[in-house]
């Protein structure tokens, strides 16, 4: 049955439908008219609906294409390389065996407890050799304990890194300082606090008038060899100092120079995080001495 305002029930269901789907059209010339107004109007309408809808969808694809040609010119900006002196240069690997590399420490600490134990297997019968389980415990006890003490004085060298080309230079350009250096950092020490410390105590004046307290003295880090962009040999000295800042690096820097002079320049840049690095470059003509 047909209800006012175009609503049709059928079979307990009610649907509704367009008004204008449920009437005739109008035959007379002037219904016609406003039929074809009212079917304009609607269809301008739904165009007018659509084309802010399609206006939408290109302003949402104009960022994502913009968004697309910064990440494709960002992808070209990354895969340029930044230039480096030390690039396509050889690292020179220090494999060979040498008695610095050797921790006497932990060599006086297992000869020692290898004595005891077997001196107090052999003494109990437990291994072969009792006639000579005296001695082993004899020597063995005070080996342990100079071990032991070597172990808590000792302080680990630091790595070097020397390049190919800066290996070749530092016989002939190197300063007897600088050998002295790298010889003393790249070795087991013992009883010392840390490297370099008597010249870090007199360039950065711990604990005096314009100086910085000991606690944060700059540890060093690690030494690196290589060759200046004008064929100079330097020794890079890379120290972590979380409590410093560069300017307390360059304060000092001719400091650096005297100390570890004559005959060298000092320069001062910062590296990553709390890394700093001190370069001491040798004066000495590589052209000269070679000649």
């Known amino acids: 049955m047909r209800i006012a305002g175009g ?18 059209r109008p035959t007379s010339t002037q ?9 304009s ?20 694809l104009s960022p994502l294409r913009a968004a697309e040609s910064d990440s494709s010119s960002t992808q070209t900006a990354l895969s340029v390389e930044i230039p480096n ?7 020179i690997s220090d494999d060979g065996f040498s008695l610095s590399k050797v921790s006497f420490g932990v060599v006086g600490l297992g000869v020692g407890l290898s004595l005891l ?35 808590y004085a000792e302080l680990k060298p630091v790595p070097c890194l020397t390049y190919s080309d800066a290996q070749s230079l530092s016989e002939k350009c190197a300063t007897p300082i600088l050998k002295q250096v790298k010889s003393d950092v790249t070795r087991f020490r013992y009883g010392d606090e840390q490297h370099l410390d008597e010249a870090l105590k007199r360039i950065f004046q711990y604990g005096q008038g314009g100086g910085i307290p000991r606690r944060s003295a700059p540890v060093l880090h690690m030494i690196r060899e290589e060759v200046t962009d004008d064929g100079k040999y330097s ?11 560069l300017s307390d ?16 320049t000092a320069e001062v840049g910062k590296g990553e995080k709390d890394l700093y690095e001190v370069r001491l470059i040798s004066n000495t003509d590589p052209k000269s001495s070679s000649s």
């Not at 059928?10 to 204008?20: E, N, Q």
């Not at 219904?31 to 079917?39: E, H």
């Not at 690096?249 to 650096?256: D, I, L, N």
């Open 7 to 24: 609503a049709t029930v059928c079979s307990g269901h009610r649907s509704l439908s367009l008004p204008y789907s449920t009437r005739s």
């Open 31 to 39: 219904s016609q008219l406003i039929w074809r107004r009212r079917s």
């Open 41 to 60: 109007s609607r269809t301008n309408g739904s165009a007018k609906v659509f084309l802010q809808a399609n206006k939408r969808k290109l302003v949402l």
């Open 85 to 91: 002196n030390n690039y396509n240069k050889t690292l």
């Open 117 to 151: 134990s077997y001196g107090f297997g052999a003494y109990f019968n437990v291994l072969p050799g009792s006639e000579w389980s005296a001695i082993m415990l004899t020597y063995g006890f005070p080996l342990a304990i100079i071990g032991m003490a070597l172990k």
């Open 235 to 245: 020794l890079v000295l890379v120290f972590e100092a979380k409590a410093l800042q």
């Open 249 to 264: 690096f360059e304060q000092r820097q001719a400091k650096f120079a005297s100390f570890f002079g004559p005959g060298i």
